[in-house]
């Protein structure tokens, strides 16, 4: 995507309005460290951030290193992880992910995009997040259901693919305001930009987003 003048300063209007709003948005996944964030990311695919939590606190006591998780056993990953949905495949790919740590990383989560993405269960999306938020490393944009209807509803991407979708915003959004801009559009989503029926009436951005699809839902 080329972004024209107007389309860019209307990202810049989006970007100013949240970061008044959410000036200390941050990332809902409990962690300590790359790995933490790593594993919950994987766990909150198709569930919710408050679930995830309340499964790693104990999971993260129990287990602590990526050696941990790669000699669990697997039916007893999958029951401790089962809350979360889709835990078989989740398990799966944790242990995995994990026997890839230790044997070509050392026990470490590599701060590089490539050598993420080639672990098992991560994509792009949780590169993203690992990246971001453990690395502080702006490579691209977290694409996750609110930022993706968020941005279609403000006319910043009409396309549906998360990597299009996040090509589309990379092409609006300072660098600088990259890791900070998913969180907060996130946040936006949870408390004012819902799914099935936004509070368009309490949302700072009224004046000026023009609710693509929004009217047609309800």
Known sequence: ????????RHATRVVRSLNRVYPDAMCALEHADPFQLLVATILSAQCTDQRVNLVTRDLFQRY???ADFARLPLPKLEKAI???????NKAKN??????ELVTRHGGQVPADMDQLVALPGVGRKTANVVLGTAFGKATGIVVDTHVARISQRLGLT?????VRIERDLMALVSRRQWINFAHRMIHHGRAICKARKPLCEQCAMQSFCPRIGV???R
């Open 1 to 8: 995507m080329s972004a024209t003048p107007p389309e860019k």
């Open 64 to 66: 602590r290193t990526p």
């Open 82 to 88: 089962q809350s979360t949905g889709f835990f078989r």
């Open 94 to 99: 944790i242990k995995r992910c994990c026997a």
């Open 158 to 162: 009409s396309a549906n693919d998360p």
């Open 215 to 217: 009217h047609a839902k």
